[in-house]
């Protein structure tokens, strides 16, 4: 499958997903909204331009803003997380050049303590936009906090799950026949 | 929106297809229920004891009030719903083609109390603010005493909104019933909008704190009813005057 027929379908199964099942879950507490959907924005291909994916996250993140009638909060969580995406995968990428050996970020491609460390920092900005955007309609400090925490922890809970399950195995590209 | 709220609106319309026959069961009692509250206000209902009293209809026909009627209701059906967030909102199937006027916010309410208000209107699809919205208020009062104060939904549990500025002279206990107040701007007097669950006594105001179990469940909200209020822009103009000339 290619890469393009691949991240099609993702769009639609991870906007599916977070909308039917994740949404529809019955809350457990004020805190926790549980969230994966961004995670399509870190499986997007190293060969995306950033101005490319800034422009990919923001139409992925306007679909869902549409579903959940939210007037444009998870567009502007979506662009952040893919604007700061390269900057992350430059630091903790484990060699030089292995964005041009590996197709995607993952654990293969990344190691698994890069990574988590990468998806980490992104969900904790997502979650922090998204909560500070909220936050200033209504709520205390203590709220915002306790959000952002918790619902950064479901959030990695539910990534790990999935790359568990959903184990992408990475091919090793070189240029040397 | 508009467009999206069309796209939207056909995709949660398949989701609901299978979601709705999970719910039948609750939709069903929620309206036989209101069926029976209905039935019991019957004429035929009624008969006394006594044959020499007998009883009237008021032969006014329906279309004679028309000129007075307030409340217009549309029956529509929730196609999505989440209340697992801050501010949540459902999408009904209905729309300005089926005859649901637009621009406008209209109350919306369920077989068993109150849901929300409508805050967008599409061709086919509108979309509803609920009542557990961060941004929803609506006025109400005690059944009993008539005392009243605005509910609103504190985010934190989708089956408890909050009822202030009730004064402690009033004599509430818990169970009394929560309705819509007649000084409610979508709402007629006397719908159903929770009872009480808690007193919350703070020892540094006058006033009681109420939580409310809400009437509606929400989770499995199917069949509602749209309240389209004909003497609005009478109001409203009245009002605007008034406004205006502070």
């Given at each position: 499958m290619s890469s393009l027929v691949k991240n099609i379908i993702r769009f639609i199964l991870f906007i599916?997903?977070?909308?039917?099942?994740?949404?529809?879950?019955?809350?457990?507490?004020?805190?926790?909204?549980?969230?994966?959907?961004?995670l399509f924005i870190i499986w997007l291909p190293f060969s995306m331009?950033?101005?490319a994916l800034?422009?990919l996250a923001?139409v992925f993140?306007?679909?869902?803003?549409?579903?959940?009638?939210?007037?444009?909060?998870?567009?502007?969580?979506?662009?952040?997380?893919?604007?700061?995406?390269?900057?992350?995968?430059?630091?903790?990428?484990?060699?030089?050049?292995?964005?041009?050996?590996?197709a995607s970020p993952?654990?293969?491609?990344?190691?698994?303590?890069?990574?988590?460390?990468?998806?980490?920092?992104?969900?904790?900005?997502?979650?922090?936009?998204?909560?500070?955007?909220?936050?200033?309609?209504?709520?205390?400090?203590?709220?915002?906090?306790?959000?952002?925490?918790?619902?950064?922890?479901?959030?990695?809970?539910?990534?790990?799950?999935?790359?568990?399950?959903?184990?992408r195995?990475?091919?090793?590209?070189?240029?040397?026949? | 929106?508009?467009?999206?709220?069309?796209?939207?609106?056909?995709?949660?319309?398949?989701?609901?297809?299978?979601?709705?026959?999970?719910?039948?069961?609750?939709?069903?009692?929620?309206?036989?229920?209101?069926?029976?509250?209905?039935?019991?206000?019957?004429?035929?209902?009624?008969?006394?004891?006594?044959?020499?009293?007998?009883?009237?209809?008021?032969?006014?026909?329906?279309?004679?009030?028309?000129?007075?009627?307030?409340?217009?209701?549309?029956?529509?059906?929730?196609?999505?719903?989440?209340?697992?967030?801050?501010?949540?909102?459902?999408?009904?199937?209905?729309?300005?083609?089926?005859?649901?006027?637009?621009?406008?916010?209209?109350?919306?309410?369920?077989?068993?109390?109150?849901?929300?208000?409508?805050?967008?209107?599409?061709?086919?699809?509108?979309?509803?603010?609920?009542?557990?919205?961060?941004?929803?208020?609506?006025?109400?009062?005690?059944?009993?005493?008539?005392?009243?104060?605005?509910?609103?939904?504190?985010?934190?549990?989708?089956?408890?909104?909050?009822?202030?500025?009730?004064?402690?002279?009033?004599?509430?206990?818990?169970?009394?019933?929560?309705?819509?107040?007649?000084?409610?701007?979508?709402?007629?007097?006397?719908?159903?909008?929770?009872?009480?669950?808690?007193?919350?006594?703070?020892?540094?105001?006058?006033?009681?704190?109420?939580?409310?179990?809400?009437?509606?469940?929400?989770?499995?909200?199917?069949?509602?009813?749209?309240?389209?209020?004909?003497?609005?822009?009478?109001?409203?103009?009245?009002?605007?005057?008034?406004?205006?000339?502070?």
């Amino acid at each position: 499958m290619s890469s393009l027929v691949k991240n099609i379908i993702r769009f639609i199964l991870f906007i599916l997903v977070q909308v039917f099942v994740l949404h529809q879950v019955p809350s457990l507490h004020k805190f926790i909204t549980p969230y994966l959907y961004y995670l399509f924005i870190i499986w997007l291909p190293f060969s995306m331009g950033r101005s490319a994916l800034m422009l990919l996250a923001f139409v992925f993140g306007l679909s869902l803003d549409y579903f959940l009638k939210t007037p444009g909060l998870h567009a502007a969580a979506c662009v952040l997380v893919a604007y700061v995406r390269p900057f992350l995968i430059n630091m903790l990428i484990r060699q030089e050049g292995d964005e041009q050996n590996y197709a995607s970020p993952s654990i293969t491609s990344m190691g698994w303590a890069p990574y988590f460390m990468m998806v980490f920092i992104l969900t904790l900005l997502h979650h922090g936009y998204l909560v500070f955007l909220e936050w200033m309609q209504f709520g205390t400090f203590l709220y915002f906090l306790g959000k952002v925490l918790a619902t950064t922890g479901i959030s990695m809970l539910l990534v790990l799950i999935t790359e568990l399950l959903f184990f992408r195995k990475e091919k090793f590209r070189t240029n040397t026949v | 929106m508009n467009v999206a709220g069309e796209v939207t609106g056909r995709v949660s319309e398949r989701y609901n297809n299978v979601e709705y026959y999970f719910k039948l069961k609750q939709a069903n009692e929620a309206l036989s229920k209101q069926n029976e509250h209905l039935l019991n206000l019957l004429r035929q209902d009624y008969e006394g004891a006594d044959t020499a009293r007998k009883f009237f209809t008021d032969t006014l026909r329906v279309d004679s009030l028309v000129t007075i009627q307030r409340f217009k209701y549309y029956e529509a059906k929730v196609v999505s719903s989440f209340v697992s967030t801050q501010n949540n909102y459902f999408t009904i199937h209905r729309g300005s083609s089926q005859g649901l006027p637009k621009d406008k916010e209209w109350g919306v309410i369920s077989p068993e109390g109150i849901a929300g208000r409508i805050v967008s209107v599409g061709e086919n699809f509108s979309v509803v603010m609920s009542v557990l919205n961060r941004q929803f208020k609506v006025n109400s009062m005690l059944k009993k005493g008539g005392e009243t104060g605005p509910v609103s939904w504190d985010g934190d549990n989708p089956h408890f909104l909050r009822l202030i500025n009730i004064p402690k002279s009033s004599r509430v206990a818990k169970g009394d019933t929560v309705l819509t107040s007649n000084v409610s701007d979508i709402y007629p007097p006397g719908i159903m909008v929770g009872t009480v669950a808690e007193i919350i006594d703070d020892k540094s105001s006058n006033f009681f704190t109420l939580k409310l179990k809400t009437a509606t469940n929400f989770s499995n909200l199917q069949f509602v009813y749209v309240l389209q209020d004909l003497q609005r822009e009478e109001r409203e103009k009245l009002e605007d005057i008034y406004k205006k000339s502070k």
